[in-house]
């Protein structure tokens, strides 16, 4: 599957994010739990020069929770700070204010610490700023030396936050990124073939999550991709004119519904695999 792929807006996102970087003591980079890398951006690095990298496992209440301390440990074996939170979540978001307030204010009376969020499209930033910042994130006003109209909101008397985040496209040379971050919901819906999306969604579930399948559309998962959709039309009354199954919005239900957790925990990617199921679709033309 071909995934269209023409983010205009980037160049523009880009120097928006250099230029707002230098203001800040930490960026936070939010990961999608369900795959960390393909939701990663590999060139925030170079973007974030002398920044220090925090990597927020977002949305982590959706991800297999074995998977995802998997990735907790590779992050750390790699020196870098990693956390997952469920941005939904006050108690999980205020754990993440503590490792912050933990690794910069070493002592009381502190000068706030200043961080930006940055993250690609629907991983949630918007989401953690709202639950980070509260009812209390008023906004502090513009501050000099700041570019004209940046603000800050106030988490606490340590930390502040730029109040518009960073939004990032990651490069998808990797056919796989591209397809998993369509089935997260980053990708726009124009931009992609949802019916061929869900067959290949569909074949990773009955290898990885069949008990997933099962539960959720009670299928035989045995079938091939196009059989267990057409069933799942069938099962939920999606029939069109002369009963014939309405494999779109068949499709559309499964993303939606994966999205929405309603199979249940599932991770895209593990941090041990090697070779499998994604390296397939890679390779393949
Ligand atoms: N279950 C769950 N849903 C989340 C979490 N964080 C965000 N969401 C949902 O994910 C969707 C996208 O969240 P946003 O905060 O709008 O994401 P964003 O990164 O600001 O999106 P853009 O503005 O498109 O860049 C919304 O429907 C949120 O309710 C989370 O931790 N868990």
């Not at 523009?12 to 960390?36: G, H, T």
């Not at 209390?136 to 000099?144: L, N, S």
Request: aromatic share 6%; with cysteine.
């Amino acid at each position: 599957m071909e995934i269209q792929w023409y983010p205009g807006h980037m160049a523009k996102a880009r120097k928006i994010i250099k230029q707002n970087i230098r203001l800040v003591d930490a960026v936070i980079e939010l990961v999608d739990a369900r795959a960390p890398l393909a939701s990663h951006l590999p060139d925030l690095d170079e973007l974030s020069g002398g920044a220090q990298k925090i990597v927020v496992l977002n949305k982590a209440d959706l991800a297999d929770e074995r998977v995802t301390g998997m990735w907790i440990k590779k992050f750390r074996e790699m020196q870098l700070e990693a956390l997952d939170v469920n941005s939904m979540d006050r108690h999980s978001v205020k754990r993440l204010i503590n490792l912050i307030t933990t690794i910069y204010c070493k002592k009381p009376g502190c000068r706030p610490t200043r961080c930006m969020i940055i993250g690609i499209p629907n991983v949630g930033k918007s989401s953690i700023i709202n639950q980070m910042a509260g009812r209390k994130g008023a906004r502090t006003g513009d501050i000099p030396g700041v570019t004209k109209g940046k603000m800050w909101l106030k988490v606490n008397k340590e930390l502040e936050l730029l109040d518009t985040p960073g939004i990032l496209w990651p490069k998808f040379e990797d056919k796989a990124i591209g397809i998993k971050l369509a089935i997260l919901g980053s990708i726009k819906e124009e931009l992609i073939n949802i019916e061929e999306l869900s067959y290949i969604f569909l074949e990773f579930l009955s290898k990885e999550y069949p008990h997933s399948l099962r539960e959720r559309y009670k299928i035989d998962v045995g079938k091939s991709p196009r059989e267990m959709l057409n069933d799942i039309a069938f099962k939920r009354g999606f029939l069109m004119a002369g009963g014939v199954p309405d494999m779109e919005r068949s499709a559309k239900t499964l993303l939606m519904e994966y999205r929405q957790g309603k199979l249940g925990r599932i991770s895209l990617e593990n941090p041990d695999e090697q070779g499998g199921f994604w390296q397939n679709i890679s390779n393949q033309e």
